[in-house]
């Protein structure tokens, strides 16, 4: 079984940045791809940002230029730094991964980030 924990949000004033965490208790190498998602009230969860076992990413395009996605194995740990945030960036935030060894894509808890106007 693989845990994910996010965390890293919090309440910031637009303009601003939050840097998200996710720790793996497996090596993020493990994985073909890990990343994060995220979810506004009432709305369906969304793609945010992708990273493959690669190295290559993929983002929203809403995201773009904004936000980074990156990793770092020797803490099994990939990042999110959002920056610029804009009001509707608010979310909750979800790390997951995806493997072909696993038998369903795995999720974390979840990290609430808010940006107020």
């Known amino acids: 079984q693989v845990q994910l924990v996010e965390s890293g949000g919090g309440l910031v004033q637009a303009g601003g940045s939050l840097r998200l965490s996710c720790a793996s208790s497996?090596?993020?190498?493990?994985?073909?791809?890990m990343g994060w998602y995220r979810q506004a009230p009432e709305k369906q969860r969304e793609l945010v940002a992708v990273m493959y076992v690669g190295g290559s990413t993929n983002y929203a395009d809403s995201v773009k230029g904004r936000f980074t996605i990156s990793r770092d194995n020797a803490y099994k740990t990939v990042y999110l730094q959002m920056n610029s945030l804009k009001p509707e960036d608010t979310a909750v935030y979800y790390c997951n991964a995806k493997g072909s060894w696993l038998p369903r894509e795995q999720w974390g808890q979840g990290t609430q980030g808010t940006v107020s106007s």
């Open positions: 497996r090596s993020i190498y493990s994985f073909n791809a």
